[in-house]
């Protein structure tokens, strides 16, 4: 491929910006000074081995290793939703929810996303594991606000939601204006981020793709790929979610069981 | 009409008792007794156990829903899920008899919710209810934050229901109105529900 390699070097001679950065904040006591290096220092860490793994992922072309390895991505961002959700479902739902939904919906969207760019093999790590990352990484910012979202309407607007089953509402009309405002939420994001694309922002996958020399018009066809993708992902992830949530929050006599959040942590 | 054999939540010892159409039975405690939690047990807002039967038809043969249209509970801070006052009516025609007697110009259909009173929220619950024709009515202190005057004229209206077959159970800590409205008087304390006798 025609595109220029990087050394080592290249990437010693860049980290001046870097420790600039870190030597303004000391000198004014920003106090951000530490963190950034720390960052910096777990971002070279984290790639390189990320690098190495994608390497022998790639060598080694196994439905088995691939599998393996978009598994371990999913789980770990089933933990990332979890950890961003300030007030969680008590118990297994805490977890499974996010998770559950996140693995369904992802591996659905690349499972399209496969079966429409064909790679020989299907399964070929360098489309299958950087397809299932950006929708992952997308899907998950979507579930985490729709929960998240959920959850604090229901904790503030307990009453007005109690209001309307007091009076005979069932647990759907009386939640719509809820999910309504959950799903927006966790649809913003990608709904932003395809408006702005191109105008105020050239992609980060585009970037990649023009670097490494394709020709500009066969990136924008791959962007546009990707950001259905994802909308769909989100779409689908956060709708699941959220509509899992307002199953878990409520029952089959059709009250509202907050209850069945894990009790507000004293610590917070 | 209401009977409740063995009513069981979390916060309450077992309570058993026959409300019958007409009847208005008042109960009274000290803040945090249960209360508001046997009310809310009544109408099926939170979990509980026990046989409970409306006209002889047992609870579980309604539907949430359908159960909580007959058993209204009103709520001592009642709750608003929209912006203005007219968006909690089907149809705010309904209200309008009910407007005047309580106090309250037409107008108020308009009015944002953000913007009332406690007292003219807890009048306009009140008529939000009232307007569903429910067969037992829940009150949670229905008049703790009206003068006296307001009091008398939703005291009126309660009982105008109630001599129309209505039955009530109103949660108040006035001795007075419970002599006023009660036609049986119960007490909860810690849990422990029973009948005052004099």
């Known amino acids: ?268 | 009409m209401l009977s409740v054999s063995g009513l069981k939540r979390p916060g309450l010892k077992p309570i058993t008792f026959t409300l019958n159409a007409g009847e208005c039975f008042t109960i009274s405690g000290p803040s945090g007794s249960g209360k508001s939690l046997l009310l809310r047990a009544l109408a099926d807002l939170d979990p509980n156990e026990g046989d409970l039967t409306l006209d002889g038809r047992p609870r579980e043969t309604f539907s949430g829903p359908e159960w909580r249209e007959q058993v209204i509970f009103f709520a001592a801070e009642p709750g608003w899920w929209a912006d203005h006052i007219g968006e909690h009516f089907d149809d705010f025609h309904q209200a309008h008899p009910y407007l005047n007697r309580l106090g309250l110009p037409e107008e108020c259909k308009d009015w944002s919710v953000s913007r009332t009173s406690t007292g003219e929220r807890q009048r306009l619950a009140l008529i939000r209810g009232l307007i569903k024709k429910p067969k037992v009515l829940l009150l949670d202190e229905p008049t703790s934050a009206l003068d006296a005057e307001m009091t008398t004229a939703v005291e009126n209206l309660i009982d105008e229901r109630r001599s129309e077959g209505a039955a009530i159970i109103w949660v108040t800590h006035d001795t007075h109105q419970a002599d006023r409205m009660g036609s049986r008087r119960f007490t909860i304390i810690s849990g422990n529900f029973s009948e005052t006798v004099e």
């Open chain 1, 1 to 268: 491929m025609n595109y220029v390699t990087l050394t080592y070097w290249d990437l010693v001679f860049t980290s001046l910006l870097v420790l600039l950065n870190a030597g303004i904040s000391f000198a004014f006591r920003l106090d951000i000074g530490g963190k950034l290096l720390i960052a910096a220092a777990r971002a070279v860490v984290q790639l390189l081995l990320m690098g190495l793994v994608l390497k022998t992922l790639f060598s080694l072309s196994s439905p088995l290793w691939t599998g393996l390895a978009a598994l371990f991505m999913v789980l770990f961002a089933g933990r990332e939703i979890m950890a961003r959700q300030k007030r969680k479902l008590s118990g297994i739902w805490a977890y499974g929810l996010g998770t559950a939904t996140m693995m369904m919906a992802s591996i659905f969207v690349t499972c399209v996303a496969l079966a429409t760019v064909a790679p020989t093999p299907w399964y070929d790590p360098r489309y299958a594991l950087p397809l299932l990352g950006m929708i992952i990484g997308n899907t998950m910012t979507g579930i985490s606000l729709g929960l998240h979202n959920l959850i604090e309407t229901l904790s503030r607007d307990k009453s007005s939601v109690e209001a309307q089953l007091a009076l005979g509402a069932t647990k759907w009309a009386a939640m719509l204006p809820t999910i309504r405002n959950a799903l927006t939420t966790a649809f913003m994001p990608i709904i932003n981020s395809m408006s702005a694309a191109g105008l105020v922002l050239i992609p980060g996958m585009m970037t990649g793709q023009i670097l490494a020399g394709a020709d500009p018009m066969d990136a924008v066809k791959y962007q546009i790929l990707i950001m259905f993708l994802i909308a769909g992902g989100v779409a689908l992830g956060s709708l699941s979610a959220v509509l899992g949530g307002v199953f878990r929050l409520t029952d089959s006599r059709h009250r509202l069981r907050l209850d069945r959040l894990e009790p507000i942590s004293k610590s917070q």
